[in-house]
T-cell receptor
Framework: GQQLNQSPQSMFIQEGEDVSMNCTSSSIFNTWLWYKQEPGEGPVLLIA?????ELTSNGRLTAQFGITRKDSFLNISASIPSDVGIYFC????????????FGKGTSLLVTP | GAVVSQHPSRVICKSGTSVKIECRSL??????MFWYRQFPKQSLMLMATSNEGSKATYEQGVEKDKFLINHASLTLSTLTVTSAHPEDSSFYIC???????????FGQGTRLTVV
């Protein structure tokens, strides 16, 4: 089945630093999604990408859909303590077209 | 955005009992709902897809007789964990969509602990 490889697994940074994480897929995706999950909560959609090469921003967050359609990255600029959480990339599930296949997540810790 | 609500948010049950988790779309009609399971420090794994009025489609390795899914209305899907065992302890999350070209909205999750 599809494999989503997300890196890094975790990041420990200081407030104000920029963050970059990426995701690669073993197969071509038509959609890339980035979610944030806080402890004890469901994931919340941050950015959705629908076209190869697309670069989309949401406040301090920027994500790009790779040209090969097999990768995507998420950048967070000027991190703040409330950015703490686990960030997941996701794409369409192979078996259930409308469900999602998630990466393993990047755990972000931000120190003041 | 659309709101998906799960109930309960956390539940503790004894081994061998059954637990029902509800997933409701509060301000939209969800033709399709999904159930995911997330073990500690791991990713979300799809368990099943349910369409209103029809039987759920389960992913490989998910026992349909153990995880009963009912999607009887356009705003409610339920997941019943039957004869729960400690290894069923996990975070269960649902999501709901209104149609093919819409994003899925996630519930806040249900923490199940089987003792």
């Amino acid at each position: 089945g599809q494999q989503l490889n997300q890196s890094p697994q975790s990041m420990f940074i200081q407030e104000g630093e920029d963050v970059s994480m990426n995701c690669t897929s073993s197969s071509i995706f038509n959609t890339w999604l980035w979610y944030k999950q806080e402890p004890g909560e469901g994931p919340v959609l941050l950015i959705a990408l629908y076209k190869a090469g697309e670069l989309t921003s949401n406040g301090r967050l920027t994500a790009q859909f790779g040209i090969t359609r097999k990768d995507s990255f998420l950048n967070i600029s000027a991190s703040i303590p409330s950015d703490v959480g686990i960030y997941f990339c996701a794409g369409p599930h192979a078996n259930s077209g409308y469900a999602l296949n998630f990466g393993k997540g990047t755990s972000l810790l931000v120190t003041p | 955005g659309a709101v998906v609500s799960q109930h309960p948010s956390r539940v503790i049950c004894k081994s061998g009992t059954s637990v029902k988790i509800e997933c409701r779309s509060l301000d939209f009609q969800a033709t399709t709902m999904f159930w995911y399971r997330q073990f500690p420090k791991q990713s979300l794994m799809l368990m099943a897809t349910s369409n209103e009025g029809s039987k759920a489609t389960y992913e490989q390795g998910v026992e349909k007789d153990k995880f009963l899914i009912n999607h009887a209305s356009l705003t409610l899907s339920t997941l019943t964990v039957t004869s729960a065992h400690p290894e069923d302890s996990s975070f269960y999350i649902c999501s709901a969509k209104t149609g093919a070209d819409t994003e899925a909205f996630f519930g806040q999750g249900t923490r199940l602990t089987v003792v």
